[in-house]
C-alpha cells in the first residue's frame, strides 16, 4: 500500500525546511495580518472584491 503524506504533513515539512535548513522564521498568519483594514478574515479563501476588479479588467481586454 502507498504510503500518503496529507496537506498538513506536507505543510510542516515545507516550515521544517524553511525554518530549520535556510533559516527562515515562521509566524502564524492571523498575527502578522494587516492591522486594521485587513482585506480577508483568514478563514475566507476567496478574495471577493479582488475576483470582481480581475474579472471587470478581463472582461474589458477582450
Known amino acids: 500500500m502507498a504510503n500518503f503524506n496529507t496537506e498538513s504533513e506536507i505543510e510542516q515539512i515545507a516550515l521544517d525546511i524553511l525554518s530549520e535548513d535556510l533559516g527562515y522564521t515562521v509566524l ?13 478574515d483568514c478563514a475566507e479563501v476567496v478574495l471577493q472584491q ?3 476588479i480581475n474579472k471587470r479588467e478581463t472582461i474589458l481586454q477582450i
Open 28 to 40: 502564524y498568519g492571523p498575527d502578522i495580518a494587516e492591522g486594521d483594514k485587513k482585506e480577508r
Open 50 to 52: 479582488r475576483l470582481k
